[in-house]
């Protein structure tokens, strides 16, 4: 065994995106975390050598396979840098270091149930970004992988389009006899062998417009889920996706074999997250850091990783600061949220503006120019399937962090609004306190508003200033006819009241004309 090794050039760009994949926001958070030193880290992350052991544990904390990066490359079957074919009881190669794996015994037992005893050949596992499919998805293959002639892995965050992974496929099941890339050939072979294939990350490669359609080049992995599960054979594939493909949801049923699983965050995983971190607090801090993060295993982990650093470990003082988007979980959240239509954004908004329960028909009348009743429970059941809203008996929620990503990103675009004298979000929700007993929800609508004015506030040098712009899109209305809504002629109302400004009656009816 070498005394030291280095990562491959390669693989450099690989392992800093592991650093921030997995909650470090800089190297010096990893050294405290590992106990190594800083020079250690940055050896590390620059390619340059380290000793074996701490190669290991660096490899280990950042969910990679150390064999899979060491320099000297080891002598493995690998296809590329993102993807694995191996026979049974070898290493998953691409798949991520699980020896940490840590509850979720009811989520595996059902799995394996599906596809042991069931004879399932199309599992999906989908859910919030960082709530741990991968992982699951990993333990789950190793635990049954004696059950199977060949698993197969294979990332698709990086893979490249066309047709290459299905030629990889046929040419490996045929021991290199064949290398065209045909479907019925592959289910020929997942016929004569018993394979576990597993695709991570399926929402890579779906449309972001369009749940039951892949991006350009990429619609063979639509056409590979497709026959698999609906043709007969006795291999199984494992996908995991932040999104339910409509392909599956149109072909799933308890007694059909294509089922999905929607992985929720568990409470007694994020504790023991916490609890394996050197981190300063009572037992109620922590368990309200698990709730405002709705026990999300990835963001937990980026959150106290970010107290370490900030706040030398203690809990209190970050709970203090009342914020929840720390730079890479809203990095997270983009990565989910900018693949929303225009009417599933509006839905966030209403429900994060309202906080309380929304009704379909609540939904409906707050949506203008209307839309049709079927393009809206649409834009609902997606939202449902990329595990952004959630359903109670008659209500629509969002998680903690869903809300405060979707309120600072409305607060933002008002703002420009308002400075462009653009009105559109700002004419289109009530931004002030509804009429409603819960105090709660007066005060955070009332903050919203607020918050905007602060900032506009602080856009102009002098109060003349502002106070002329307040004019000018007071003008603007008049000249011009952009007609305020009812919600827009309250928000302006109130806009004023937080400013100080105070408008005529004369200013008032023309708001209102």
């Given at each position: ?192 062998y018993r394979c576990l294939l597993i695709l991570d990350n399926l929402e890579t ?309």
């Amino acid at each position: 065994m070498p005394r030291s090794l280095k990562v491959r050039h390669d693989c450099i760009d690989q392992v800093k995106i592991a650093l921030t994949r997995n909650g470090y926001p800089n190297q010096r958070s990893l050294a405290h975390d590992t106990g190594l030193a800083l020079a250690t880290v940055s050896k590390f992350l620059t390619g340059k050598p380290v000793g074996h052991t701490n190669f290991e544990e660096l490899c280990h904390k950042l969910n990679l396979d150390w064999r899979e990066l060491s320099t000297p490359k080891p002598q493995l079957n690998v296809l590329n840098n993102t993807s694995k074919i191996v026979k049974t009881n070898t290493t998953l190669g691409a798949a991520i270091d699980v020896s940490s794996f840590y509850g979720c015994t009811q989520e595996l037992t059902q799995l394996k149930s599906w596809i042991l005893q069931d004879g399932c050949r199309l599992v999906t596992i989908f859910g919030m970004g960082g709530v741990g499919k991968t992982t699951l998805a990993t333990k789950l293959a190793l635990s049954i992988q004696d059950q199977f002639e060949y698993v197969i892995w294979r990332s698709l965050q990086y893979t490249p389009p066309e047709n290459s992974f299905l030629t990889e496929l046929v040419s490996f099941l045929s021991n290199q006899q064949e290398t065209t890339p045909d479907i019925n050939l592959l289910i020929h072979y997942l016929r004569t062998y018993r394979c576990l294939l597993i695709l991570d990350n399926l929402e890579t490669v779906l449309d972001p417009d369009s749940m039951a359609k892949y991006r350009p080049n990429y619609q063979i992995y639509g056409d590979l889920i497709q026959a698999i599960g609906k043709t007969n054979h006795h291999s199984c594939l494992i996908l995991t996706s932040r999104e339910k493909p409509a392909q599956v949801a149109t072909s799933e049923g308890a007694g059909l074999l294509v089922r999905s699983f929607k992985l929720e965050a568990s409470q007694e995983v994020a504790i023991h997250l916490l609890q394996s971190k050197q981190l300063l607090g009572s037992d109620e801090q922590k368990q309200e850091l698990c709730d405002r993060y709705s026990n999300n295993p990835l963001q937990i982990n980026i959150v106290t990783n970010a107290i370490i650093e900030l706040f030398n470990g203690e809990i209190g003082k970050f709970l203090e600061q009342n914020t929840l988007l720390l730079s890479n979980i809203n990095h997270l959240l983009e990565q989910q949220f900018n693949r929303l239509s225009g009417l599933e954004w509006h839905i966030m908004n209403c429900i994060a503006i309202d906080r309380e329960v929304s009704t379909l028909d609540t939904l409906a009348k707050s949506i203008c120019p209307t839309v049709p009743k079927f393009k809206l429970l649409n834009a609902i059941e997606r939202l449902i399937w990329r595990s952004l809203i959630e359903k109670s008996a008659k209500s629509y929620t969002q998680k903690p962090v869903a809300i405060e990503y979707v309120i600072e990103k409305l607060k933002q675009q008002v703002l420009i609004e308002l400075i462009n004298i653009k009105l559109f979000l700002f004419n289109k929700y009530l931004l002030i306190a509804k009429s409603t007993k819960n105090c709660l929800i007066k005060k955070h609508n009332s903050l919203i508003l607020l918050c905007i004015a602060d900032q506009l506030g602080n856009h102009f040098t002098s109060r003349i200033a502002l106070e002329r712009h307040i004019q000018g899109i007071l003008k603007e209305v008049q000249n011009f006819r952009q007609q305020l809504s009812k919600n827009g002629v309250s928000n302006f109302i109130h806009l004023s009241n937080y400013l100080e400004i105070e408008l005529t009656k004369v200013e008032e009816g023309i708001l209102q004309s």
